[in-house]
């Protein structure tokens, strides 16, 4: 095996153990929300709270602010692309009451709402070749191997196959 190859192999699996890490990271952090939660601070029923917990009295009383946003605070909200990807023009070509053409009309105003998504996964298809050399001295065969775990012509990745495995 060459030192390319070897080269590239462990690129391969430093790249797998990566998203492996950070899977795990992920499923970590998951289960960590759900350990802190119970029947008073999420949906779940009262029979699987851990212990019985007393709940404490709420005092609306005990502030004098207004429910809601108070005045001077900075929103985290997702706020509006100035250029978005694709735009969709919306139009009328007929009114709506007495259906009359409304295509050479001139436009009154434009309303712009966003939609902000992932675009589709797409699956990443890798294809190994094994290029088979015979030795000009001593007419060996030589193979390089294939990826550990690569048994078949056709088969899913380490990272798809966990996700396929039954629960």
């Known amino acids: 095996m060459s030192i390319e190859?070897?080269?590239?192999?462990?690129?391969?699996?430093?790249?797998?153990?990566?998203?492996?890490?950070?899977?795990?990271?992920?499923?970590?952090?998951?289960?960590?929300?759900?350990?802190?939660?119970?029947s008073t601070n999420s949906s779940k029923p009262p029979s699987t709270d851990n212990g019985f917990?007393?709940?404490?009295?709420?005092?609306?009383?005990?502030?004098?602010?207004k429910r809601g946003g108070q005045k001077g605070r900075t929103s985290n909200n997702l706020k509006k692309s100035d250029n978005p990807d694709v735009i969709e023009i919306l139009e009328s070509f007929t009114c709506s009451k007495c259906?009359?053409?409304?295509?050479?009309?001139?436009v009154k105003s434009i309303s712009k709402k966003q939609v902000f998504?992932?675009?589709?996964v797409k699956m990443k298809v890798t294809e190994f070749q094994q290029h088979n050399k015979v030795c000009p001295c001593c007419r060996t065969e030589n193979k390089p191997h294939f990826p550990e775990g690569l048994?078949?012509?056709?088969?899913?990745?380490?990272?798809?196959?966990?996700h396929l495995l039954p629960i």
Request: charged share 45%; proline share 3%.
């Open 99 to 106: 259906h009359h053409n409304l295509l050479d009309v001139k």
């Open 117 to 120: 998504d992932i675009p589709p």
């Open 151 to 162: 048994n078949t012509y056709v088969q899913y990745g380490r990272r798809i196959s966990k």
């Open 53 to 65: 917990k007393e709940k404490e009295a709420k005092n609306d009383k005990s502030t004098s602010k």
């Open 5 to 38: 190859e070897v080269m590239r192999n462990i690129l391969l699996e430093l790249e797998e153990l990566r998203e492996e890490n950070r899977l795990l990271k992920e499923e970590i952090k998951r289960l960590k929300e759900n350990g802190n939660k119970d």
